[in-house]
């Protein structure tokens, strides 16, 4: 009878990190609060009426990404009928992600749900609006095959241009 000795394979680094996505909850409520509060300087970002008001739109979509099954980042977007053109589209209100762990792909896979769920629900576009400044969401949206359509002339804290960008889902 021979005898076969195989060697135990070592894992090629770290375990990944468990990344998902799931609709919004009343109880995460607090820590999308928190998200956003370290994401936004005072001003731009929300506060918890404009915070509430979001997620409690009925053409809404409210997504919250965890990370190993805690809260680490969020998603709201809407669908609407854009008046000039009849058609539905979707628009991205925020994409927020804590900043330790951003370049996880959490926001690539948040991204990707909602574009998908928005072109269930009948959108061919999506828009979203971004600050001239702000280097890594204008690299993520772009790397996300986003274009600019519009410069919004003091769109934040009525000093900061904002750029709408689009694309067709």
């Given at each position: 009878?021979?005898?076969?000795?195989?060697?135990?394979?070592?894992?090629?680094?770290?375990?990944?990190?468990?990344?998902?996505?799931?609709?919004?909850?009343?109880?995460?409520?607090?820590?999308?609060v928190e998200?956003?509060?370290?994401?936004?300087?005072?001003?731009?970002?929300?506060?918890?009426?404009?915070?509430?008001?979001?997620?409690?739109?009925?053409?809404?979509?409210?997504?919250?990404?965890?990370?190993?099954?805690?809260?680490?980042?969020?998603?709201?977007?809407?669908?609407?009928?854009?008046?000039?053109?009849?058609?539905?589209?979707?628009?991205?209100?925020?994409?927020?992600?804590?900043p330790a762990?951003?370049?996880?792909?959490?926001?690539?896979?948040?991204?990707?749900?909602?574009?998908?769920?928005?072109?269930?629900?009948?959108?061919?576009?999506?828009?979203?609006?971004?600050?001239?400044d702000n280097?890594?969401?204008?690299?993520?949206?772009?790397?996300?095959?986003?274009?600019?359509?519009?410069?919004?002339?003091?769109?934040?804290?009525?000093?900061?241009?904002?750029?709408?960008?689009?694309?067709?889902?």
């Open positions: 009878m021979a005898f076969v000795k195989t060697a135990a394979r070592k894992p090629a680094g770290p375990p990944k990190a468990v990344l998902q996505i799931r609709k919004y909850r009343a109880s995460d409520f607090d820590r999308l998200i956003d509060q370290a994401c936004f300087i005072e001003g731009i970002a929300y506060s918890e009426e404009e915070m509430s008001f979001f997620l409690s739109m009925p053409n809404g979509i409210s997504l919250v990404g965890l990370q190993d099954e805690k809260i680490v980042g969020f998603l709201i977007a809407e669908c609407f009928r854009s008046r000039r053109t009849r058609q539905l589209t979707g628009r991205v209100i925020t994409i927020d992600v804590d762990i951003q370049h996880s792909g959490m926001g690539t896979l948040m991204m990707s749900s909602v574009e998908a769920e928005l072109k269930q629900a009948g959108c061919d576009y999506v828009v979203l609006e971004v600050a001239v280097e890594p969401a204008l690299k993520f949206y772009k790397k996300h095959g986003y274009s600019v359509l519009k410069v919004l002339p003091r769109y934040y804290l009525d000093s900061i241009d904002g750029l709408q960008m689009g694309k067709k889902l």
